[in-house]
């Protein structure tokens, strides 16, 4: 048997573990075609079964179901060799068949198995982290790589990739300091770690530093710019370092020169980002114009997907605004039905908690914001379960105040201000406070 980089063995030829090296190095720095290198590996050797597997949890991983053509094949195809496989990769493949079927948990679950015993499995551990975010795992996403990091050797080219992951998960669970070290000594270990870059981002996006993020962020595009889907992402978090200084025309310029174009790639974080951003802007009181249009057309091509209800909020903004009137009709019939018949983790959490953000989210475009208010205020602690990270759900406390401040709810807006200036004291916040303050008084 062959052996990957890590000297973990791998049923098939030497070449596909060489190739499983490439692909493994390209999913972890979010550059190259994973996908497109395993599947000529598997073309010259069908016995290679852990690129079978691969393949299909990196589509599912971007965003498809886990019944997609894609998918199914990619599983299907492993069968037949993973019978001849190692017991670690057998179990890979259980997991990922249990990803497909909507089992989240159980196919964390089985990736977190696979790193008690093999801990510098690469491929379990980047599955892991993705699908511990996809659920807004917090503590899970830090301790999943605190577990492995000594096993990790600092000369390991993967290494400086480890310790981003770690420095996102101790930033999600509030260890700034550490988390900056870490990114930090990342970002030295690998400047191109556009992960890491991330983690430093919300480190300064969590701790207030709007200078400090706008700074980090230019002075470093040149190293994420070329990071597939995250370089829309670090893009997407200096817009939002921009709007909090009140910057938006450099935010709109930078949308359009930067965030529309890659709608091209069809990518489900650009489509969440470009959503997000509009909404975002919308709510600070900006016109953004015509810009919604080709959002909502990427939307709803994807309007049955249904994998998380994180994506499906995002689907909600932009057929919201829409300039064709059917789209919402479209996407709550596909959400009534997938409530109805669908099944696994993220239908459950779609009935509980993802179908109320989506609600008010509607409610809001459609002007009924006492509605959005109300459909939002009691689930909004449980946001975190609709996946995600904390920089991202805060459209969610986003939305509520400006739905209490267009409903004249103006004690409710005044508490939820206080509540944000508690965490996030800057300039725009303070002055929305003493806005409603004055409102709350006056009535």
Known sequence: MAKDQQGLTLAGAPESATAFDLAIADYYGLTGDPVGILRQALARDPGF????????????????????????KALGGAEPAIRRASERERRHLAAASAWAEGKTSQAILGWETILVDHPTDALALRLAQDAYYFLGRSLAIRDCAARVLPAWDRGNPLTSFILGLYAFGLEETGDLKRAEDFGREALAGNPRDAWATHALAHVMETANRQDDGVAFLKSTRADWSGAHFMAGHNGWHLALFLIEQGCFDEVLADYDRFSAPKLADDGTLDRVDAAALLWRLELAGVDVGNRWAPVADKWMAHVDDHVLAFNDLHCAFAAARSPDPG?????????????????????????????????????FADGDYAQAVEAILPVRHEAVRIGGSHAQRDIVNLTLIAAAERSGQWRLARALLAERAGVRPTARTLAALERAQGRAGAH
């Open 49 to 72: 079964a852990l690129g079978g597997v691969a393949i299909a949890a990196l589509y599912m991983i971007g965003g498809f179901r886990g019944d997609h053509p894609e998918v199914v």
């Open 327 to 363: 789209d919402v009709k479209r996407f709550s019939r596909s959400l009534n039905a997938y409530e109805r018949v669908g099944s696994g983790d993220n239908r459950r959490v779609t009935a509980e908690v993802g179908r109320r953000l989506i609600d008010g989210a509607l409610a």
